[in-house]
């Protein structure tokens, strides 16, 4: 049982990682032979409070200037991408320009860092070579100097992709996390201000956008030049299934958006309106609100458009749906009550029962796995707030407090994070808070930007 | 028989038939053939003239009117559309007194211009969310549309769509925006 042991499957197009047996060329003295268990995470003190970690910016093996710039990129984003889970500690950056920098792993000035507090340092190094670049990183106990997490990968240019894949897998590694920092939004944006042919009325054109985590990497995924709202990222982040206009009513489509191919899923349906897609945790099917039948209800399909069955049957709204992480129920919103709120249903539509009791409630959102919690916008007067109910306890926490309004939550494939939609600083735009109500975060700045989804 | 000869039958046989006009008191004549029992209750009348021969005049459903709302192109009807919007209270999709008189007069304009259809489209504002806003504008649209069936428009005239809050007619933040953006909008199709 050793570092081996940690070495996960990095599934990546632009990294290939190298097996751990390649070693680095020159191991530091410090590192054992053969590390025990007990020394391959990093821990705080005694006191039980989280390790304290430095993250240094990478040092430039080579000469150039775009080494330079990448060694740095990795070294502030690697900091912004642990620190969004707060699973750690950190040393400050403004104090790093008092450490000696290491020019390689071998005179890494450990004893200044132990003077600082720092239980753990990230040390790594950016080499140019005929594909890309050469990255290496080590985890350091500062105490022990021991390198207990150390990595190497080949690949592109994408300096932050190094840095968010470091990241997911120091977390793994020390502290059993699933990160996000590699997992990916979707939303509609207006930002491009096209307008919508065939129609009378001025009309900003909506099409479907992806961006990374932390809101880099903003690229259009839909070229419609109609209504393409309400994304949702299948569960192996390779499609985005959303309501498009583009054959005049709405209907429910799957972009493949790495490959380029469109799927309808609510194809040759003439009578009605499809909405609101919400793919089944194994991909195979989709939810949706259509009003074929003359009324607002929610069916499943399978994700070719076949085997359409209906699961609610009552006059009034039915809309929302969203999935158990087991699949095994459905949560939607509806307003046979006389109001819009959340339900829950088996996945075979029997076994209704009601989760909310407010003004109204909608965009139910259900988390993963282990968390068993619905997020959902409330109505809070002029506009909404997020609000997150615990299934198991009853208890209801809320989130924002009226910052402009604030709708259409979805977790992240953690459920440690919760995007949504606010008017907090003017238009619409996404932003994501954790799922405690610190460390918000806006996401878009550009249009307005919608309906967020998070990949899986 | 000679011209002369003629002549005299002539005059004697008109003399004695003035003579007889003058003397004798009209003779009652027989009535008319009382009418046929299927039709006891028929006023007696002189029969009718015959048929004229002729091709019977050509009347065109849809008279071709040379009006203004006829002759304009579909954008410009849509422009300044002759099918007046219906609004809506917040969060309800019912049409009121004033909404079914909006509809009435729309109902008189599709009946008079039979060949147009139109798409109601069902708009809300911005204080529903996003998704519940997307029912909320279709319940508007068939709103609309199922009382112009009730008045005798044929449903496949009338199509629906719903934009939700997508597309606001008033981009304002007040109760006077939100009053013109829930509505159900009329868009001529084709005419």
Known sequence: MTRELLTGTLALALLAAWPHAQQPPQPPPAAPQQPSEIVTTISGDSSGAPPRLAVPDFIALSADAETAAVAKTIGEVLWDDLNYEREFAFIPRDVYATIPKATSFNDVPFDRWRELNADGLVVGTVQKIATGFHVEMRLYNVRTKQAVYPRQYDGGANARLYAHTISDEIHKSQRGLNGVARSKLTFDSDRDGERMSNTVQTRNIKEIYIADYDGENQKRVTVGRTLNITPRWSPDARSIAYTSYRRGGANIFISNIFVGTLEEVTKGDKVGENWLPAWSPDGSKVAFTSTRDGNPEIYVANRDGSGVRRLTNHPGIDISPTWSPSGTQIAFTSDRSGSPQIYVMDAGGLGLSKKTAESYCDKPTWSPAPFNEIAYASRNGPGYDIKVLDLATGHVRQLTFGEGTNESPAFAPNGRHIAFMSTRSGKSQVFTIASDGKNLKQITRTGNNEKPDWSK | MTVRQAVIVCAVVCAGAAACGKKTPPVARPMPPPPPASSPSAPARPPAPPEPVNEPTIVPPEPVRDDAISSASLDDLNKNSPLKP??????????????????????????????????????????????????????????????????????????????????????????????????????????
């Open chain 2, 86 to 191: 219906v609004f809506f209270e917040l969060d309800s999709s019912d049409l009121g007194a004033p909404g079914q008189k909006t509809l009435d007069e729309n109902a008189t304009l599709l009946k008079r211009y039979s060949t147009w259809t139109v798409t109601i489209e069902g708009h809300c504002d911005e204080r529903g969310t996003a998704e519940y806003n997307l029912a909320l504008g279709e319940r508007r649209a068939i709103a609309a549309r199922a009382y112009l069936v009730s008045l005798g428009i044929p449903a496949d005239r009338l199509r629906t769509v719903s934009y939700g809050k997508e597309f606001p007619f008033d981009p304002g933040h007040d109760e006077a925006a939100y009053q013109k953006n829930r509505r159900a909008h009329f868009v001529i199709t084709a005419k």
